[in-house]
């Protein structure tokens, strides 16, 4: 958050402010600045202020895409100078007590930039049309010592429990963002599924995309026009053929992408009615909830080591498990977390562009052997065929070209 930092006069209102840029802060544009911390004043009105030198920068002028650093005293005019500004959302409604305690009785870790939730099946991440309780809307029970709401960066469905980071500055925020979008941030899930695949551990890449017709609330694996995801999945237990427990880790972050390609192997998640239909519902005292939880997460932290993350199982997937006979304490070394992550795009492209550069070096010496200085004749050698689609010195007619075979696809 950024610290104000008053002057004499700074509290008449006649008087301008200003604020000193903390580190979190460091290296971004000016506009972004007063979209993180002073969103009533829009991107307009911070262009006026600059065109007009009303707005400073250790007394300088600056641009709205300038950067700014930590340190510096950022002058702007005061309040009621600002007559662009939008009209103010209502405040929601204060949390109750209940409210308080529930919210942070799920927090598992906290720190200056993070704080980690053990969310429970049933909460949604955020808010919709017909959602009212949802994590986000606990945001102000969640900030303790912190002066702004801790944000998302991440998402889990709402009957999936587990792992729930949010940033609690906006640096944070940016970085741990980053990190989701770059793949380096390696999750972990348990799952119970019906049934018991033939292999016991291996790679689902099937594309999905958005089923039609479904106002974009389902997925499906769709081979043609769907976006690559991959899952690998290993069998930790079983309970006969009737189910088993799984650890899933997900290597992109598609919707719904463990529901769908555990549904997509015919195995279903136990409680998935929505991807694996009556079948995904186990009879005796297993519960028809969703068994999918988030159980692990690692992230880098932007002030030190990694955050390592563990999340206890919810009642109703604690008791099933119990039921089917399953020891939890066998499920939590079955990926190496510590392992690299997978292949981003930048890194792809490189290997990419380094194989290309390997064979334009390769082609230059198939033409430097071609433009060398040609043999002596030789009488006594047989004549070779001229090359197929070159046209001979004899007839001027070309030369036909061998017939070739395609080769089998392997199926």
């Known amino acids: 958050m950024t610290v104000h930092t008053p002057t004499s006069t700074d509290r008449a209102t006649s008087d301008a402010r200003q604020f000193t840029i903390e580190v979190d802060d460091d290296g971004i544009r000016l506009d972004r600045w007063f979209h993180r911390h002073l969103p009533d004043v829009n991107f307009n009105l911070v262009s006026r202020w600059a065109r007009t030198g009303q707005v400073r920068l250790d007394g300088k002028r600056v641009g709205p895409g300038d950067r700014i650093a930590a340190g510096q005293i950022i002058r702007i005019p005061p309040a009621e100078l600002s007559q662009d500004r939008p009209a103010r959302r209502a ?39 017909r959602t009212q309780a949802h994590v986000d809307g606990l945001g102000d029970a969640l900030m303790f010592d912190s002066q702004v709401r801790p944000r998302l960066v991440h998402r889990l469905d709402k009957d999936t429990s587990g792992v729930l980071l949010m940033a609690r500055t906006p640096g944070s925020a940016a970085y741990f963002a980053k990190r989701f979008a770059g793949r380096s941030a390696k999750k972990v899930y348990w ?86 239909g009556q079948d995904a519902f186990l009879t005796g005292t297993i519960s028809r909830k969703m068994h999918l939880h988030a159980r692990r997460l690692k992230i880098a932290h932007p002030d030190g080591p990694a955050l390592d993350i563990t999340a206890e199982l919810p009642q109703h997937f604690a008791e099933s498990m119990e039921a089917l006979g399953f020891d939890p304490a066998l499920g939590d070394d079955v990926f190496n977390v510590e392992g690299p992550p997978p292949a981003n795009r930048e890194e792809k492209k490189q290997k990419a562009r380094a194989h290309a550069k390997s064979l334009r070096k390769e082609r230059r010496g198939e033409r430097r052997s071609r433009t060398a200085p040609a043999a002596p004749k030789d009488k006594d050698k047989v004549k070779t065929r001229p090359k197929p689609g070159l046209r001979t010195k004899a007839t001027g007619k070309a030369a036909a070209k061998p017939r070739t075979t395609p080769a089998r696809t392997p199926r």
Not at 105 to 125: C, E, F, S, Y
Not at 193 to 214: C, D, H, N, R, W
Not at 245 to 270: C, D, E, K, N, S
């Open 191 to 276: 799952a119970l599924i019906v049934g018991v695949p033939e292999v016991y551990s291996g790679l689902i890449e099937l594309p999905l995309a958005k089923q039609p017709g479904t106002g974009g609330e389902k997925m499906h694996v769709d081979t043609e026009n769907g976006q690559i995801s991959r899952t690998a999945y290993q069998v930790i237990e079983r309970a006969g053929s009737r189910a088993a427990w799984v650890a899933l880790q997900p290597f992109t972050g598609r919707t719904h992408q463990l529901r769908v390609h555990m549904a997509a192997i015919g195995h279903p998640i136990v409680g998935d009615g929505k991807y694996g």
């Open 91 to 129: 405040a929601p409604k204060p949390l109750s007590d209940d409210q308080i305690a529930y919210a942070q009785a799920m927090v598992i870790h906290r720190d200056r930039a993070a704080l980690v939730i053990n969310k429970p099946p049933g909460l949604a991440t955020q808010g919709g049309t």
